[in-house]
């Protein structure tokens, strides 16, 4: 692989990760309340959950769910339905004032909300079906593979982690209890919006 190729596949891989989406604005979420630390820490779990993806999409499993609708769309169903979920979660629960954000156990619960949130999406399957083979000649194995999933997910870290240092500045500027508030709806519908525009396509 030449460096050229590396690098556009660096460059495509950024602009796929900086795109907005359920991943993001959890990682906001978490840089605002928690701090830039904290979001970053829960972020491994996301950066898991694409390591898992991107080796189910190089065993097939990409080819698998482009040829078989209805498994695909029991996938989708099931990650809309945890997005949802998620959403009316942050409805329900109170917000969390920052000077109290150290709850018990609350990194390992934000790692796991973090790594379903990322296996929840089977797209992402497809996407690394259809990426890996515009950068991986016929003769390039499984070594090529791991290098380009590692760039994947390095690429992932330094653009997240750089929204998350952006987002800690606004902690000084959010730290009321009613724009605590305010954020958490919000992060709340963004999610129920996400969820809904992955079954629309099932069922308009």
């Known amino acids: 692989m030449s460096l050229t190729a590396f690098i556009a596949f660096v460059l495509v891989s950024a602009a796929q990760v900086a795109t907005p989406g359920p991943s993001t604005i959890f990682l906001l979420n978490n840089a605002i309340v928690y701090g830039a630390r904290r979001a970053i820490v829960a972020l491994s779990g996301d950066l898991v959950a694409i390591v898992i993806l991107a080796s189910l999409s190089a065993a097939g499993v990409g080819a698998l769910l482009a040829t078989n609708p209805a498994l695909f769309a029991v996938l989708r169903i099931a990650g809309a339905a945890y997005l949802l979920w998620l959403g009316a979660e942050y409805f329900r629960a109170p917000?969390?004032?920052?000077?109290?954000?150290?709850?018990?156990?609350?990194?390992?619960?934000?790692?796991?909300?973090?790594?379903?949130?990322g296996i929840s999406n089977p797209k992402a399957v497809l996407f690394f079906a259809a990426l890996f083979?515009?950068?991986i000649p016929a003769d390039g194995g499984r070594d090529l593979?791991?290098?380009?999933?590692?760039?994947?997910?390095?690429?992932?870290?330094?653009?997240?982690?750089?929204?998350?240092?952006v987002a800690r500045q606004l902690r000084r500027a959010l730290g009321h209890r009613s724009d605590m508030a305010f954020g958490r709806r919000l992060t709340g519908a963004l999610f129920i919006l996400f969820g809904c525009v992955m079954i629309w396509p099932l069922v308009a």
Request: aromatic share 12%; no cysteine; proline share 6%.
């Open 133 to 135: 083979p515009q950068f």
């Open 95 to 117: 917000p969390v004032v920052q000077e109290h954000a150290e709850p018990s156990g609350a990194e390992t619960a934000l790692w796991l909300q973090s790594f379903w949130i």
């Open 145 to 165: 593979l791991t290098v380009l999933v590692i760039a994947f997910v390095t690429t992932k870290l330094i653009v997240l982690g750089a929204y998350a240092m």
